[in-house]
């Protein structure tokens, strides 16, 4: 019998990773501080894991300017989407089991 649990993720094991992604599924584009609220966390918890899933391909970062303000957006990769995709598939697939 296979693992359960092989065909997860690694990376969405965390839940604030796993909140970024659900926001960035629905949303084209957001903001650090957006996800900042939404998510409830200090800068550097969500620095830490944005960090880590753009690492992976998951997430594009993109930095501007707005007036003289720095500006900082994410939106998820093709990749990124795939990833998601398949670990809720994955995750589907372990509770049907149960």
Do not use: C
């Not at 303000?69 to 589907?92: M, P, R, V």
């Amino acid at each position: 019998m296979k693992n359960p649990i092989a065909d997860l993720n690694k990376i969405f094991d965390s839940r604030i990773r796993l909140g970024v992604m659900s926001i960035l599924v629905v949303n084209n584009e957001i903001g650090f501080n957006d996800l900042k609220q939404m998510l409830e966390l200090t800068d550097g918890n969500l620095a830490s894991h944005l960090n880590t899933l753009e690492q992976a391909d998951f997430i594009k970062v993109h930095k501007g300017f707005i007036g003289r303000k720095t500006s900082t957006t994410y939106s998820i990769t093709a990749l990124g989407k795939q990833a998601f995709k398949s670990h809720l598939d994955a995750l589907e697939k372990m509770i049907r089991k149960l």
